[in-house]
């Protein structure tokens, strides 16, 4: 299995805990299969689609990827329709809107980086925040810890 399948594997597991995070408080998140790139699932009851970002090289570096174009198309932030981004730092999930992301990053005017990630094959364009900078833009912040509990607690 290539890097990029193993990190695909745990992105699904990922979005598979916060549907059952979003079941235990009531609402009707419904799956979105395939190569579908708007968002990952959708809130049914709420109308609202949720995009999962995991990054957990934010963990150590400080920094969250916020990707803007791929192939030279835009992608990422820029190619989005999700309602919501939820990022995954491996210890947290952060809940912003892309509109709140858009306003920090013209607000602050980060660099733009050019890079090929690991596992990709063409470089791409993105910004690199400071996690503590989303954080604060952000709408909701809950520990990895707190979603795994609800989810287990509520299926027990």
């Known amino acids: 299995m290539t890097e990029f399948d193993t990190s695909l594997d745990i992105g699904k597991q990922r ?3 916060l549907i059952a995070f979003f079941q235990s408080l009531g609402h009707k998140p419904i799956a979105i299969p395939g190569k579908f790139t708007g968002f990952d699932f959708f809130l049914a009851n709420t109308k609202e689609g ?13 920094n969250l990827v916020v990707e803007i174009e791929m ?66 833009y952000s709408s909701r912040t809950l520990l990895r810890d707190q979603i795994l509990q609800t989810t287990t607690h509520k299926h027990t």
């Open 50 to 62: 949720y995009e999962v970002k995991q990054d957990w090289k934010a963990h150590y570096s400080g």
């Open 71 to 136: 192939y030279g198309k835009p992608s990422g932030l820029m190619g989005t329709t999700a309602d919501w981004w939820i990022f995954d730092t491996k210890s947290e999930f952060i809940f912003i809107s892309p509109r709140k992301l858009k306003d920090l990053i013209v607000s602050l005017n980060p660099p733009l980086r050019i890079f090929t990630g690991k596992g990709d094959t063409q470089p791409k364009k993105a910004y690199l925040i400071p996690v503590e900078t989303i954080k604060k």
């Open 15 to 17: 979005e598979d805990q």
